[in-house]
């Protein structure tokens, strides 16, 4: 049984560019999270999609937009990068929306 | 204020020892969830236990246990008989509705 899914595991990105980053659940989930984990710190809540809408959002500007597919997978689209963008990306999926969350192993991208 | 707090940036334990790491919470929510996790140096988090703010019981995992002291907002873990592979980063996180609150994190160093 296949655990979350990342893609792709680094990236790096020149200021001003977009990326898309690519999350794939856990078999049987629903819910798909992300987080942006900066270095040295936690991580920070950006969104939550459940069938196909997003559900909840954290303190994140609209450059940081996303996407729920009907097969559950989802992406995270950074418009405009910034130096401050760069961070590792976390994918977590879970059961339903408040159920235990399942992480991928992050997505290091790195804006230069 | 919803928030998490470890105030033990890092720490060296002798293997084999008991190890304690320390959080406590902020919220005004009645019913939330307490998460830790250990991320290795790979990047992905690892759920080791969980504890909801209406379990009677302190949780436990194999040589992972969560203290929960409701009335002191304070859910610490305990890591009985530590192996080098308990080398880590220590996230303590909260739930509330759907997101994860996360705290800045400890580093565990176990010394052979």
């Known amino acids: 049984d296949a655990g979350v899914t990342q893609s792709p595991t680094h990236l790096i990105k020149t200021r001003g560019q977009q990326v898309t980053l690519r999350c794939s659940p856990k078999?049987?989930?629903?819910?798909v999270s992300w987080y942006q984990q900066a270095l040295g710190q936690g991580p920070q809540f950006i969104f939550q999609?459940?069938?196909?809408?997003?559900?909840q959002r954290g303190n994140f500007p609209d450059r940081f937009s996303g996407h729920q597919f009907p097969n559950y997978s989802s992406e995270l689209n950074v418009n405009a990068l910034l130096l401050g963008d760069s961070a590792l990306y976390l994918c977590?999926?879970?059961?339903?929306?408040?159920?235990?969350?399942?992480f991928g192993q992050g997505t290091r991208l790195t804006v230069v | 204020a919803q928030k998490i707090t470890q105030t033990q940036p890092g720490m060296f334990v002798q293997e084999k020892e008991a190890v304690t790491l320390d959080c406590t919470y902020d919220?005004?929510?009645?019913?939330?969830?307490l998460f830790w996790y250990k991320q290795p140096s790979s990047g992905e988090m690892i759920f080791l236990i969980y504890q909801g703010s209406y379990d009677q019981q302190n949780a436990t995992e194999g040589r992972y246990s969560l203290n929960f002291q409701k009335a002191r907002k304070s859910a610490n873990l305990v890591i009985s008989a530590s192996q080098l592979g308990d080398s880590a980063m220590y996230f303590c996180a909260m739930r509330v509705t759907y997101q994860l609150i996360w705290g800045a994190g400890t580093k565990l160093i176990i010394k052979p």
């Open positions: 999609y459940y069938e196909e809408e997003e559900r």
């Open positions: 078999s049987g989930h629903d819910t």
């Open positions: 977590a999926s879970s059961a339903s929306p408040g159920a235990e969350a399942f």
């Open positions: 919220t005004s929510d009645p019913s939330y969830g």
